[in-house]
């Protein structure tokens, strides 16, 4: 060894500290599946990388934030790519941390000693989410807007604190210049910082209890004698990079030849439009629609509240010390039950988009001549576009009007409400509606008929034909 190499080698400690890292003998068999975990380290790397040189052009205002992405895609040498690859790459990531989860999960090494280092990865997938939440705004158009007008309105409903959270998470009442910089600060500054420290932390766990257990039947290392060496480099590298290259390859080829969605700048209404949230969430989305008037803080609180509790307390809950998925069946059939229910409400998500107004949900009693043609206008006006009845036939992006006589509406309120909804509700980002008297009586009369605590519901389909223009705005009524 030269005498310079010698003097490195002290200083940096690499007999004492370094070399035992990089060549830790791991278990022999380690499965594939243990890449998972670097993987999402790798990504998070490439995610760094794109977001710091995409820091560089964006601008975080309502008025320079669309432009400045146009600014990237067109005229930034190899902005599209690199936009593409932070893109792609976001998706890779959550799909990699999720994966990783459900393999720790089947696997049972989450189990004691390793319980720390689980909860450093529940922190890890929930810091994941917070950076796709809070990135998604950025781009500024339709798409970004509206999905978070969604979630920010999520926390209103609960009681007391409610408002102050959604106000905290907005910074004001609604969605304006503050809220971009806020979730910009958050998206590039905390949570990156936030997920350094754990993802070190993490790993040192990980170092000091193993990635499971050596001598055992475990499924991810299985028992049996091998002469085969597999240390941590240059083994477990080589063959984490090898994933990772094949995942790199496809967000490469994705950047290149796929397009993403791109779409009006934010706040322009328009009729047409179709807000979907981005297809890691479309599952948390379409859990909503299930909900509706006071039970619809089951499906946007308790229910995901309770999941991310039931994770942390994963490893005090099962504690036997069977480990693989053949000792586990119970824990095994409440895992898949959970991956079949997250992709179930995904495929029924991205199919309940696409169509609303088809049917509405009113009370089974006789409509009244008002109510029927107040039920004529909400048909007509398409308010089902944003609006359940009953969490079905439209979509939720508005408050589910169903039952919405218990919140102490009046006909007054409501009629003036749809007529200048900003005038009620300052941040209100519902569309106006220059409706006659006449037809926001009928409409609000309709909107306040359905109440469904003292009738029961009856689906209706739409015939659209059958309206016809003159029974839509009637004669006789004054309001
Ligand atoms: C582009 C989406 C969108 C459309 C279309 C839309 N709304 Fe809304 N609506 C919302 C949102 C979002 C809210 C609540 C938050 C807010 O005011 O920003 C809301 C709130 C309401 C409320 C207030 C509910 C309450 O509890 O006070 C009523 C009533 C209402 N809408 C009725 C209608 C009617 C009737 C139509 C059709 C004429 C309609 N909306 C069309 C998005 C929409």
Known sequence: MSKLNKIICQRIGWDAHLKPFLYKKLPSNLGWSATLGSLCVILFGVM??????????????????????????????????LRGLHHWGAGAMVLAVFLHLFSVFFSGSFKA??????????????????LGFTGYLLPWDQKAFWATVVSANIPKDLPVIGQFITNLLLSGGGISGFTITRFYAIHMLVLPSLMLMLIAGHIYLVRLHGVCEHESSHPACPAGKTTRIYRFFPEHMARSSVVFLVVLGIIFLLSLFGEIPRE??????????????????????????YFSGSTEVIGSLVIPTFGVLLLFALPFIEKSKFI???????????GVTVVVGIVYLSVTGFAGTLSYGNTFMIPSRTLSKTEKNGLRIYAQQECAYCHNIMGKGGRRIGPDLSNIKAKGRTREYLASFIKDPQSQSRFSVMPKYALQEDELYNLSEFILALDFTTNEPRTIKNEPRTIKKE?????????
């Open 48 to 81: 760094a990388v794109t977001g710091m040189f995409l820091a560089m052009y964006y601008s975080p205002s309502p008025d320079k934030a669309y432009a400045s992405i146009d600014y990237i895609m067109n005229e930034v040498p190899l902005g599209a790519l």
């Open 113 to 130: 000693p390793r319980e720390l280092t689980w909860i450093f990865g529940v922190c890890l997938l929930l810091i994941t989410l917070g």
């Open 264 to 289: 009006d700048i934010a706040r322009t209404i328009d009729e047409n439009y179709l807000p979907r949230p981005e297809w890691y969430y479309m599952w948390l989305f379409q859990l909503l629609t």
């Open 324 to 334: 693989g998925s053949v000792n586990r069946p119970l824990a095994v059939a409440a």
């Open 471 to 479: 029974d839509i705005i009637p004669k006789t009524i004054t309001p």
